[in-house]
């Protein structure tokens, strides 16, 4: 219904998933004339939202679609309905194919199974949902990339309960990452074909490592997944131990990386034994204080296959304020991670959960947020896709503020174009601004197009994110 | 292939690693572009969130580790039922029914909820059965509750529409040579004004009369002499000569008729002529006996624990209720709606009574509206052209367990029909199952006023998905 220039509106069994329906919310809100777009689904979140962003929004449920538009006259608003049309005409239509009833798109992971020759389901519904299409997957003799976060642990260990006895891999939930057979699931970077398999409960260590690998030349065999709870005492390393196995068997696996936060201790313990009766090698990369970091261990990998390492690529702005200068906040107070002077505020502003509590160990203080955390992800999209609380981070930052920009497969297709003028206005307020660029050359976003564009802003870019910590540690005045 | 001996637990994941993947992707649609952009063969799932307040009671139901299995051996036994007809014999002898006592269609009701065509076919059964003398006095002795009603589906019964068993009442009699069950229905009336439908004046107490004095003993001699009548078959067959089972039984009939009439003429020479013109003066005479071939099946898939499969769809024409194999005898009930159809001569909505009747059964084992794609001569009757009833079957293959292996569809590449249908499903897809039906009038003693689909009420399969999660 419309009012005035408000336009509200309940479309009844209307799905569509919340970065889609971000994008399109996107596109309306970018237009003249248009104040507030609200395209998502009539979740309690979203309905509070438009309420409060004062739209007289009718009774509905999650299983509806809710619209709610704003402009600036009746003309401006009729524009945007028509773009709102053209958007979801686009969404809608394409859902891949070789099913065999064309026309008709199976409506569950177990339909699909029965009626396409399947190796591996991605699962990325809301969490909530994602255990009876996982469970459909696995039932089906496939293995499952779970992408979903918000997963309930007791579904995660039947689920990978039932895979074992099924013989296959559960990747995930909360798994961001995977390279199987050359192909990228989920936010995965063009890496060339390598002998190293990695094995990650950790997405972007797991990026990380994987394109240290392709810019020395070496590349994966395959980057497996497991999630990022998987070598908790809950999860006991089930998808691990069964990525490991997998990996050992692989004839185009030389030597494996395995990548963690730091695990539960008698689950640690368990995988060394394991890891002990393996033909391949394995190196750890188990992330914790005098632990090595993802780079150093990338690099051991590298030595144990004799690949020379290389310089890894870094290119330093002229800083704003020089490193020896140590100043303190503004007005002389605290800065933001509570330390007055003489060093400077460190803010850590991260997509990548193993990135940024590798960035805090490496750089030794500092206020480091995670905006891939559930916390922040629940009822929006990842930060690789959706920037906007980063960029709102950025733009109230002091000091010297560290941040991931990781590139691939599903993330953002051009992260520079937003973030090239955010640096710019942060230089101006003689903010440093340390970007540890995560990506290759083959990505579509380009490694050198995206550091050119960043490094031209203002920024100093480096591809290993812990000299990415080191030198804004060093620019902070701490410890690094 | 790898020339190093395999892990313990490297089989099925090697073979991941080894080829190419397939993938099936769900969710996010930026990461299924992704897939395609990197062209890797990949199939897309259009997933919807499942029916409100579903989410917690799904999770539990999913994680049961018997459910698999129980679904397997529950919808295995649907499917592999070999019902036959046996017989033809008077309600009171087979379901020994006392005098006084009254089945009805549908979830159990008493007489204050029950709506006018049950009330109406009531009446006519306690005239039928002599107990009053007028429809007053019939519809005083069943408000005063000292008559007994119970539902068809609590005595191995179903009945069509208002689905009303008295005791003199003749019955198809149908066995399961595979699980060893029997079930049964009341023979089919014809079409107007008839008991099932809610009329009950002399024409229809006098018919009934005629069908237990001549008909039910013709046919129960003809069966005698010709032996069982393999149901099974002559559905198979009826389905690719483009009946559905439920709205459209004009092949089947013919086909039964076949099969019947030789033994007819010998078993009871005198009377062929009308038995058999009876029968063949009515497309519908096969329901009735497929009704009973579809309880004998779905009765055999019965209290299979953890399994989520629906072994009834019942209305009553108050409440459409169901029963899930893994819950025992209880009803899970919504509101019945009142059905979408075509209507006959100058009837219209407003003289429709909501959804009536256990021929439901038939949509429960895989016919009906979940065959309606082999049945495109009846598309326009029940709504629709020949894609929605394509569509309409295809949807059914979201929410079942299985596909028929006898029960073929040709214009679908001798697909079996979807067959099974467990509430899990209907709870994530929030697609219902597709029902084909005839409509009552509202008003008792009016009969059948038109024809078409209607959609069960969602709370039923809600209600008896939670109390599977409740286990």
């Known amino acids: 219904m419309t009012t005035g220039t408000d336009l509200v509106e309940v479309r009844a069994g209307v799905y569509h998933d919340s970065v889609s329906l971000m994008r399109v919310s996107q596109a309306l809100t970018a237009r003249p004339g248009v104040d507030v777009a609200v395209v998502a689904m009539a979740t309690e979140l979203n309905v509070g939202l438009a309420r409060e962003a004062g739209f007289a929004v009718p009774a509905a449920g999650p299983a509806d679609l809710l619209v709610a538009i704003r402009a600036g006259s009746a003309a401006d608003l009729d524009e945007a309905a028509e773009e709102l049309e053209r958007q979801f005409a686009a969404l809608t239509g394409g859902g891949g194919g070789g099913f065999e009833t064309a026309g008709a798109a199976p409506r569950t992971t177990g339909t699909a199974a029965r009626g396409f020759d399947a190796t591996l389901a991605l699962v990325s519904v809301p969490g909530e949902h994602a255990f009876a299409e996982a469970m459909d997957a696995v039932e089906a003799g496939l293995s499952v990339m779970i992408f979903s976060d918000n997963v309930p642990v007791a579904q995660e260990v039947l689920l990978k309960e039932r895979a074992r006895e099924r013989g296959v891999l559960v990747m995930g939930p909360d798994c961001g990452t995977a390279i199987v057979g050359g192909a990228g699931l989920g936010f995965a970077n063009v890496v060339r074909p390598g002998r190293i398999g990695v094995v990650a409960a950790s997405g972007t260590g797991a990026q990380q490592v994987a394109c240290l690998l392709d810019l020395a030349g070496a590349g994966v065999s395959h980057v497996l997944g497991v999630g990022g709870r998987d070598l908790s005492a809950a999860v006991r390393g089930r998808s691990t131990l069964a990525a490991l196995a997998a990996l050992d068997a692989d004839p185009s696996t030389d030597l494996i990386v395995l990548i963690s936060k730091p695990p539960a201790p008698e689950i640690a313990q368990k995988v060394r034994r394991f890891v002990a009766g393996l033909r391949t090698p394995v190196v750890f990369a188990l992330l914790g204080p005098g632990a090595d970091d993802l780079t150093t261990a990338t690099e051991k990998a590298l030595r144990a296959l004799g690949v020379p390492v290389p310089r890894w690529p870094s290119w330093t702005a002229a800083q704003a304020t020089a490193p020896d200068e140590p100043q303190a906040g503004p007005d002389g107070e605290a800065g933001p991670d509570g330390r007055a002077g003489p060093g400077r505020g460190l803010w850590g502003i991260y997509s990548g959960g193993t990135l940024c509590e590798e960035a805090r160990i490496v750089a030794g203080a500092g206020v480091f947020t995670d905006y891939g955390d559930d916390a922040y992800t629940r009822g929006r999209a990842h930060p690789m896709i959706d920037p906007s609380l980063r960029l709102e981070a950025l733009a109230s930052a002091e000091g010297v503020v560290l941040m991931d920009v990781v590139l691939g497969h599903a993330a953002d297709p051009d992260p520079a174009a937003w973030l090239v003028p955010a640096v710019r206005a942060a230089r101006e307020r003689g903010v440093d601004v340390v970007v540890a660029l995560v990506g290759t050359d083959s990505d579509p976003q380009g490694l050198r197009r995206q550091a050119d564009a960043l490094v031209e802003a203002g920024a100093s870019v480096f591809v290993s994110n812990a000299a990415a910590a080191r030198h804004a540690a060093a620019l902070a005045g701490s410890a690094g | ?471």
């Open chain 2, 1 to 471: 292939m790898s020339s190093r001996p395999s892990g313990p637990s490297a089989t099925p994941a090697a073979a991941l690693l080894g080829g190419e993947p397939r993938v099936i992707s769900v969710g996010v649609a930026v990461l299924a572009e992704a897939l395609d952009r990197q062209a890797v063969p990949r199939v897309g799932v259009e997933w919807r969130p499942p029916l409100p307040g579903t989410a917690e009671a799904l999770g539990k139901v999913v994680a049961d580790p018997r459910r698999a299995r129980a679904n397997e051996i529950a919808v295995g036994r649907l499917i592999s039922a070999r019902p036959h007809l046996v017989g033809v014999r008077p309600a009171r002898e087979v379901l020994g029914l006392p005098s006084g006592t009254f089945l009805h269609a549908g979830p159990p009701i008493d007489w204050d909820r029950a709506s006018g065509p049950m009330r109406g076919a009531l009446i006519g059964a306690v005239l039928f059965e002599g107990l009053a003398g007028d429809a007053e006095e019939a519809a005083r002795l069943l408000a005063s509750g000292r008559v007994t009603l119970d539902s068809c589906h609590h005595h191995r019964a179903v009945g069509p529409m208002a689905g009303v068993v008295s005791p003199s009442m003749w019955m198809f009699e149908v066995a399961d040579a595979e699980h060893g069950g029997t079930a049964y229905c009341s023979l089919n009336e014809g079409l107007g004004k008839v008991l099932r439908y809610g009329a009950y004046g002399p024409e229809v107490v006098e018919r009934l009369r005629w069908m237990g004095e001549v008909l039910g003993p013709a046919l129960a001699a003809a069966l005698a002499l010709s032996g069982p009548v393999d149901l099974r078959a002559l559905i198979a067959q009826a389905l690719q000569m483009g009946d559905e089972l439920h709205n459209r039984n004009r092949a089947a009939t013919s086909l039964l008729v076949r099969e019947l009439a030789p033994a007819i003429v010998d078993a009871a020479p005198g009377r062929a002529a009308e038995v058999l013109r009876f029968i063949n003066g009515n497309d519908h005479f096969f329901l009735n006996a497929g009704m009973a071939a579809g309880k004998v099946g779905a009765d055999a898939a019965r209290d299979v624990p953890g399994s989520s499969l629906v072994v009834a769809m019942a209305r009553n024409g108050t409440d459409f209720g169901i029963q899930v194999s893994g819950l025992g005898n209880r009803w899970f009930t919504g509101p019945a709606g009142v059905p979408d159809g075509l209507y006959l001569g100058a009837y219209g909505p407003g003289d429709a009574n909501p959804d009536i009747g256990d021929s439901t059964i038939t949509e429960t084992s895989g016919l009906g509206g979940f065959a309606m794609a082999a049945a495109p001569a009846i598309v326009r009757f029940v709504g629709g052209d020949v894609a929605d009833a394509v569509a309409a079957t295809r949807a059914m293959y979201e929410i079942t367990l299985a596909e028929h292996p006898a029960y073929q569809i040709p214009g679908l590449g001798f697909r079996g029909t979807p067959v099974g249908v467990d509430v899990a499903l209907v709870a994530r897809t929030g697609v219902l199952p597709v029902v084909n039906t005839g409509i009552a009038g509202r008003v008792a003693g009016t009969g059948q006023v038109g024809a078409g689909l209607v959609s069960p009420p969602a709370e039923a399969f809600t209600a008896a998905l939670v109390a599977l999660a409740a286990g």
